[in-house]
């Protein structure tokens, strides 16, 4: 089976990311290529390094039209068996191209839909009419999360061309314990300048502004000053919330060694209050790290024994100041067991749900009628 993935860009980014994992556990028989409409970045280099081949097609906007004679060639010459688009702006002309190159099964992931905006961007009458036309170009919507999927159902779109199918992280690069991880702790922190007492929160995303980040830079304020923050990742936020931080902050920018910079914190804090899924939550369960969450749909989607180290406050600094207090302060433990939630989410699952959901659409079947693929 052939498989060409339309995507906007290729920089990092959480829909990126998921695109590199999902494409590398697909079950075998699935040949991928990915076409990037512009902005090839960091994560079309690992998809060439893994022996992907990736089609720039150097989309100079959002109106460049002359990109979908260029898509639809592609697609054409590609002779794929499926389109499968991510992003709003792939989802609009890789759904078109692929239908007028007369391919029969096109779908697409929604990584980042709420009630009023799409990708962070405030969402007006013309824009959403103009996806649910894209939308019906298609055969199927995948949403990550049930939260996702009702979106889309109060937005127009048909229940039964919706399927439910979460994302996931590569669970055995996370280290939960052991002298391995006790090894790779103490290394990480002495990079980063932390000291053996320190104790360290933890914060993983994109640094903008619907990430809350600011929260807890708040918080850290009214804390011990053996009390620091670690935050990885890039933004245009950055500048204003490491400056509002000052010397008890750490901002690593973008990193690929994720898992590693994990093994240095004492627990991760997510304070977005507008998630749709929650992937940095479901990496800081899979390092052992007790979690501070303010929405993750992945786990609010699964009984709480799925994830006891997990808790989820309101997203305001008293909050997380309370609660990292209280951790802070508590004797030390050992790690715990790995939670429930990190082998429901594991992309091993995840990608082949996915390669049974495409070989259901070739086969002229829909996805289940609750919408989710089993």
């Known amino acids: ?81 499926v389109v499968h688009t991510h992003l709003y702006r792939a989802g609009l002309y890789g ?3 692929a239908r007028l190159a007369g391919v029969r099964v096109v779908l697409a992931t929604e990584h980042s839909l709420h009630a009023g905006t799409i990708e962070g961007r405030t969402v007006g009458a013309g824009v959403k009419s ?14 990550v999360s049930q939260r996702v999927a009702g979106t889309l159902c109060d937005w127009g779109v048909p ?10 992280i590569e669970a055995h690069r996370f280290t939960p314990a052991g002298r391995l991880r006790d090894l790779q702790r103490a290394r990480m922190r002495a990079e980063l300048g932390f000291a053996p ?17 600011d929260v807890l830079v708040q918080a850290l304020r009214e804390l011990s000053p053996k009390v620091r923050l670690l935050v990885v990742g890039d933004g245009p936020e950055r500048a204003r919330l490491a400056a509002a931080a000052g010397e008890r902050a750490v901002f690593t920018g973008e990193r690929s060694d994720v898992p590693a910079l994990l093994t240095a914190m004492d627990v991760l804090a997510a304070p977005s209050t507008e998630e749709t899924f929650g992937l940095a939550v479901l990496e800081g369960l899979a390092a052992g790290l007790p979690i501070l969450h303010s929405g993750c749909p992945a786990l609010e989607e699964l009984p709480a024994e799925a ?41 091993v699952r995840t990608a082949a749900r996915l390669g049974a959901l495409y070989q259901r659409l070739r086969e002229g079947r829909r996805p289940s009628p609750a919408g989710r693929e089993s």
């Open 197 to 213: 007492g320190d104790f360290v929160v933890g914060a993983v995303g994109r640094l903008v502004p619907g990430k809350r980040f």
């Open 159 to 168: 229940e039964q061309r919706v399927a439910v199918l979460p994302n996931g």
């Open 307 to 347: 994830a006891p180290g997990a808790r989820k406050l309101p997203s305001v600094a008293g909050a997380y100041r309370a609660a990292v207090f209280d951790l802070a302060t508590r004797p030390p433990t050992a790690v715990p067991p790995r939670p429930a939630a990190v082998a429901h989410y594991d992309i």
């Open 1 to 81: 089976m052939r498989v060409l993935h339309v995507i906007t860009g290729l920089a990092a980014g959480g829909a990126e990311q998921q695109l590199l994992l999902t494409i590398r556990h697909l079950p075998p028989g699935i040949e991928c290529e990915v076409a990037t409409l512009t902005n090839p970045g960091s994560v079309a280099a690992a998809l060439r390094a893994e022996g992907v081949r990736v089609h720039e097609l150097g989309m100079r906007g959002n109106r460049d039209l002359a990109v979908l004679p260029r898509l639809t060639a592609l697609i054409r010459r590609g002779r794929y068996d």
């Open 95 to 97: 759904r078109l191209a």
């Open 130 to 143: 103009l996806y649910l036309v894209a939308e019906r170009l298609g055969s199927t919507t995948v949403a």
